[in-house]
């Protein structure tokens, strides 16, 4: 966000992450999302000093066949890996906007596709040997070490990266 010139008060709730099963990607994204905004609602709704604010609450999760969260282990961590190697998967974000002055809430998500290169083995155990993939959903960060095996995407790298600022600076307009 800094980079689009808005400097983000950062408050981060404790909110339970559980899904039902069989929620699909962009459900299970909206639905953590809305979770999230609302916690941070609910803490500031009755203080004064922050009317005017935006809340955003945002999750993204990479999908291939499930919800692909932060590995658990190296052995997660390879199976998630080898399980997107030499094809495609889905990086969906969430995202709930409050106003904190009127309640009014818009829920939106975003999905880029990305394709993967057909690494080895030995390329995922060097990655997993590193820290990068063990805080990142699907276990890898595209603007980290594993952009390399990337062979493209489809849709807004921002997305990928965490946060589809498009998806927020279009919806902004009707808090405008």
Not at 2 to 31: S, W
Not at 41 to 53: A, E, I, S
Not at 109 to 127: E, F, K, L, P, Q
Request: contains cysteine; aromatic residues 10%.
């Amino acid at each position: 966000m800094n980079k689009h010139g808005m400097e983000p008060l950062v408050m981060p709730q404790d909110t339970d992450e559980h899904l039902p099963d069989g929620i699909g990607m962009t459900e299970a994204v909206e639905a953590l999302a809305a979770q999230k905004a609302r916690a941070c609602f609910d803490v500031l709704k009755d203080d004064p000093r922050y009317d005017g604010y935006l809340i955003i609450g945002a999750d993204t999760i990479v999908w291939k066949d499930e919800i692909m969260g932060k590995p658990v282990d190296a052995d997660d961590a390879f199976r998630m890996l080898d399980k997107i190697r030499g094809t495609f998967h889905y990086v969906v974000t969430g995202i709930c906007m409050i106003d904190k002055s009127s309640g009014h809430e818009t829920l939106l998500s975003d999905v880029t596709t990305v394709h993967c290169v057909a690494y080895s083995d030995d390329d995922i155990r060097n990655y997993i040997s590193m820290a990068e993939p063990y805080d990142k959903a699907g276990s890898y960060a595209i603007q980290g070490y594993f952009g390399r095996y990337i062979d493209h995407i489809d849709g807004d790298y921002e997305n990928v990266v965490g946060l589809p600022f498009y998806r927020i600076e279009s919806a902004l307009k009707e808090y405008i």
